[in-house]
């Protein structure tokens, strides 16, 4: 966000110069920062999705292929 603050300080400072207020200038960084945080949010959670289902699929696999008798007789 820093970085974008630098990049951005130009377009930033002509609404406060035009009268638009600091609230204004902050509640545009603090929209955009929400907005990746967001993003990055729903980026991770697909991820975590992902892997979680391949965690189950795995052993579910496993699972279908054992034969019924056999496993009735190891226990």
Known sequence: MSYLVTQ????IGIPIALGAGSVNALAL?????A??????SAIG????????????????RRARSL??????RAE
């Open 45 to 60: 959670a697909a991820a975590l999705a992902a892997v979680a289902l391949v965690a189950s699929y795995i052993p579910a």
């Open 29 to 33: 960084v603090v929209r955009r920062g």
């Open 35 to 40: 907005m990746l945080a967001l993003a990055g």
């Open 8 to 11: 951005r300080t130009r377009e």
């Open 67 to 72: 034969d019924p008798s056999s496993a009735l």
